[in-house]
């Protein structure tokens, strides 16, 4: 079998996940790699067959988009040049992980395609949203990956087609500690913006993973770190609570290792709004942005008592295992993975 798997390079989730699918994915044939965007901090430690700048999301200095950097990168030419020429026909199987060109490319040519990812769980209206819901933001969910068939991965399960987390096989097999520090991974907020607010929170050490430094810095409480993947891992796994985005990989992990979790979802990504409506209804804390009522809000956040602890009981293996099934047996509707249970310690 020949199997196109088109992964999103903005942000480093799509990235991350793909490192843990591709291992099983090849069992069932040969894999060929698209990779597209212009906006990450990890490699993909694999051989990547296609690439593209694609279309990507770029960020303020203080959590937001970039839209003027997003529209002074868009270039339409070469995106109809890729579409027409991904040659998408010549696969078996066509996984996309919210990925626009092959999208695209697989409805100009008539080609079957997967949407297998976080982003396609939002094709179930049973997916938690905000209170107020963008209409472009849903728009977006429904219509950038477009595919004919759709497998969703979410914190729990919110409808048949929707499956566990891809957790990372280094955290799956971790020894959660405690050694005092709180991980912090901000990606949409610049460092100075990040060290105006935490040094202010003298008492606790902080390890934050910056695009900006090259090696490690020790600022006052503030140890700067380069995002790095083994670095991250063993932060996280060691940490006392974890301060990020709305994103979905590292809050899952988190919450998988039973960390404490407080999410500032990026503004404008209305994925990041959805995920931490989700967020909120399991008890995690969520923080609009780093503001002056910030030391108020940790404050109350580093007294709680009780976190959601996600238990999970399945394996990448058969989430690659159900996929495959369900990609080639269309009579086959039913989950035969067993699903995350939220428990509070």
């Given amino acids: 079998m020949k199997i196109f798997y088109a992964v999103q390079a903005t942000g480093n989730g799509h990235i991350s996940r793909a490192m843990e699918l591709l291992p099983y994915l090849e069992r069932y044939g040969q894999v060929d790699i698209f990779l597209s965007g212009a906006n990450k901090s990890l490699n993909l430690d694999a051989s990547v067959k296609y690439r593209s700048k694609g279309l990507s999301l770029f960020y303020t200095n203080s959590g937001g988009l970039n839209y003027g950097q997003m529209i002074s990168k868009f270039a339409p030419l070469r995106i109809l040049k890729e579409v027409r020429d991904l040659p998408v026909e010549k696969y078996d199987l066509v996984l996309n992980d919210f990925e626009c060109i092959t999208s ?15 982003q396609a769980s939002f094709i179930s209206p049973k997916v938690p949203r905000p209170e107020k819901k963008d209409m472009m933001g849903e728009w977006i969910l429904r219509n950038y990956a477009r595919a004919t ?27 959660p500690r405690d050694k005092g520090h709180i991980t912090v991974y901000l990606s949409s907020f610049n460092d100075a913006t990040v060290k105006q607010h935490l040094s202010l929170l003298k008492e606790h050490r902080f390890q934050v993973f910056s695009k900006e430094v090259k090696q490690p810095v020790q600022d006052g409480n503030i140890l700067f770190l380069p995002v790095d993947k083994t670095a991250f891992n063993k932060s996280l796994i060691t940490c006392k609570a974890i301060i990020t985005g709305a994103g979905f990989e590292t809050p899952a992990e988190a919450l998988y290792l039973g960390k404490k979790l407080l999410v500032i979802p990026i503004r404008g990504q209305y994925e990041q709004f959805c995920n931490a409506a989700a967020l909120q209804k399991m008890g995690i804390p969520v923080v609009k942005t780093l503001d002056g009522d910030f030391p108020k809000v940790f404050g109350q956040w580093m007294d709680q008592k009780k976190r959601p602890h996600l238990r999970l009981d399945h394996s990448t293996e058969s989430i690659v295992s159900y996929l495959m099934h369900n990609c080639t047996d269309k009579k086959k509707n039913q989950l035969d993975l067993l699903y995350p249970e939220f428990v509070f310690n």
């Avoid at 087609?161 to 990372?168: A, E, H, N, S």
């Fill in 104 to 118: 695209l490319a697989c409805s100009w040519k008539k080609i079957p395609s997967v949407n297998f990812g976080h």
């Fill in 149 to 175: 068939q759709y497998i969703g991965l979410h914190f729990k399960q919110y409808d048949d087609f929707i499956l566990p987390p891809v957790i990372k096989k280094d955290i799956l097999q971790a020894d």
